[in-house]
């Protein structure tokens, strides 16, 4: 069997297990498809660039060998011929009419794909004249390659961009979005820079911490309203999951030890693919009402089912470019529900989603991400970090066009008063009580993801294996779940 029947059979198992109600308007439209064709173009086009470049070639070298990523991952956007519009439109590009340019280019997206943009007008060569990358950080990225000039764009504006190397009719350079789709740089208002400062301070210094996780929702939504009276809807998102990147990091050694190697090259976390909380079931509503005022739009719902005991809502905030995976126990009897809008009760047994933000609180207030999921080459990154002591779990996902695995988790310590309170709603053992006080339970994660054909889905049954061997009840100090 060809390695493309293959893909598309693993894909038709994929679907089948998201799409458990074809008539849920949360559902429909979220069969994913695999674009190979629309990125062996754009690879093609890369490829020939990067023969022309040096200075980019060097550094995709450097990005693999130093960081195990892929250099197309880093890609903003790529500037096309208009020689190429007539395969752009065949591949599934589609014209994005929201994106102002500075002189009137056409911008094509391939909206269900996870595939760069593609300006068409720059140039008028058969290869892209010009590739920009998307570090977190222009500034980092300039000061870390010895780049001369000061960029397009003030500091903390929405749109940056520098040029990195001019080569042989080609140009590389490196843009930073602030809550920003465009390509048009503008400078800041009156006020602006002051109010940015602000908000994002608001974010860092908010409170986590609650005797109760009702009191955590209510000040966590009014520094919301606090946020956004001082910026904009998409650039308070973008604040806030730097933020919470940030908080993660400092709970998990094998993401300090990535963001290590990624700022050595002054990349940051732009090769996130998507955050993960977990959430409670009296506060889930809360969780995505939350991510709703910060302009995410829910795309996927997952049904689990009732071996399972979970639930999960995709959301995306497209403007910014973050995806949210957050998910939830649930009962057999719910899996049909829109859990993002229904409140759940709290339920009589917990589920490895339950116990862990009954043991940590919740990803959004307390405990932070259960992992952030980035970007790599898979087998690389897990080759690169075993040796450096940082092990993976066996893959979650392993088809053609996609691959996921875990680090081994972060055993995290486990405040008595929660495991307590645990016990006495009988939701834990004495015994289970007492391990958890003593070895603490897993808490974090760094998932090792690469995606093919610009696939945008998740893997459902896969995910459900992986929920299921990160169970805090089946694990005990010095063990780990099976690692790869």
Known sequence: MSSRIQSESDLGQISSTLRADPDDENIRGFDWPVANEAEAFLRRRVES???QNRFAQHLAKRMQDETATDFFEWIDHLALSPDDEPMLRETGF??????ATSRGEVVYEHARATLPRVLVGLGQQANPSVIALRPESVADFIARHNI???????PFSRYRRITVAEENGTRLDAVERRGYRGFVSAPLRDGELEAIIQARELWHIRRRVFAEDAEGF???NQVLEKVLGRVGRDLA????FAEERKYWESRNTAARAQQRRQDQLGLGWGNHDHHTFRCSRP???DVISFLGKLGFQKRERYFAGAEAGWGAQICEQPVAGIVVFADVDLMPEETTIDFSTLRLSPAPRLGTVGLWTGLHGESILEAGMHHLEARFDFALFREQMKARGINTMKPFSDFAFLHQAFTEGERWPVRRERAERLLADGLITAAQCEQFLREGAIGS??????????FKGFNQKSVSAVIAATDPRKQHFGQQPVAA
């Open 445 to 454: 994660h760094l998932e090792n993801l690469q995606r093919h054909g610009g």
């Open 237 to 240: 998102c973008q604040l806030f």
């Open 49 to 51: 660039f990067l023969q």
């Open 283 to 285: 506060y889930f509503v």
């Open 148 to 154: 001369s000039g000061e960029p397009d764009g003030g």
């Open 218 to 220: 209510v000040v966590l």
């Open 94 to 99: 589609t014209i994005d009419t929201c994106a």
